[in-house]
């Protein structure tokens, strides 16, 4: 077998539709050799038929990251398709919509809550539920969207974005010792499901394809995942705690 995740075992959770940054992450990950064990929340189904176009047959396990019971179970469910994990793919994020679109001073602690919950605290929650799966060389990669500048309408989530990024250094510290990597991706806009549930959203579109060096495709997600697998792979064994900018160079531009 050959390619670039060649016997790789990896738990990619976040697909929702085939727009979805993870869909591109498992196809990839497949045509690159890697088994992929899918997970889902709420309607399985959806999932179920999504993984069905995948290049190969996936399996879904149903996992709500919010669950001390889903997430203690975990291991045991990705052992029954898998025998242990090399890599972890986070794309997972939630806030109700009192914490979106303007609505960052009002929005009550509870709606943050519940953002903070989904969006930062259960990249730690999912690294611990797979860790026993996991072995030096191993690693973990979620997804992220610049956290270092406040963004129009993004409000709450932002501040759940900045704390993942700085969950993801925390990680890297505490897992180091275990050989196992933490990264992250910072992607520029896309038009995922996730972003059109934002309220205006789209005032991003103009301003990032206008100003990004290299140009920025809304709908193409394949460099997203193809850098997410980067960093899976065995080419960055020395990587760690890092958030590598997936964005057509936006990010680096004043104006």
């Given amino acids: 077998m050959s390619g670039l995740l060649a016997g790789k075992r990896l ?3 976040g697909v929702i539709t085939d727009q979805s940054i993870a869909f591109s992450i498992a196809k990839i990950a497949q045509d690159e050799g890697a088994e ?3 997970t889902g929340f709420g309607r399985l189904s959806l999932v179920e038929r999504i993984a069905k176009r995948l290049p190969k047959k996936a399996p879904v396990i149903e996992l709500d990251v919010t669950s001390d019971e ?3 179970g975990l291991a045991d469910k990705v052992r029954e398709h898998v025998d242990g994990l090399d890599g ?3 794309s997972i994020g939630y806030a109700p919509q009192s914490c979106l679109g303007g609505g960052f001073l009002d929005a009550p602690w509870e ?3 519940t953002a903070l919950h989904v969006s930062t605290y259960s990249y730690k929650s999912l690294a611990m539920a797979c860790l026993p799966l996991m072995s030096p060389g191993g690693a973990v990669v979620g997804l992220t969207f610049d956290a270092t500048q406040a963004w129009p309408v993004y409000d709450w989530m932002g501040v759940a974005k900045a704390g993942l990024e700085s969950a993801n250094r925390y990680l890297a510290l505490h897992l180091g010792a275990k050989g196992i990597r933490a990264n992250l991706v910072s992607a ?3 038009r995922t499901m996730a972003a059109k549930s934002i309220p205006g959203f789209e005032q991003f579109e103009e301003a990032w394809t206008n100003r990004a060096p290299l140009g920025w495709s809304l709908t193409d997600q394949e460099p997203a995942a193809r850098a997410c697998l980067a960093l899976l792979s065995d080419w960055l064994p020395a990587t760690t705690g890092e958030i ?3 964005d057509g160079g936006f990010h680096a531009i004043g104006a």
């Fill in 11 to 13: 738990l990619v959770t």
């Fill in 36 to 38: 992929v064990v899918l």
């Fill in 70 to 72: 889903h997430l203690e």
């Fill in 88 to 90: 972890v793919v986070h």
């Fill in 111 to 113: 709606d943050v809550a």
């Fill in 188 to 190: 520029g806009p896309l």
């Fill in 244 to 246: 590598v900018h997936v």
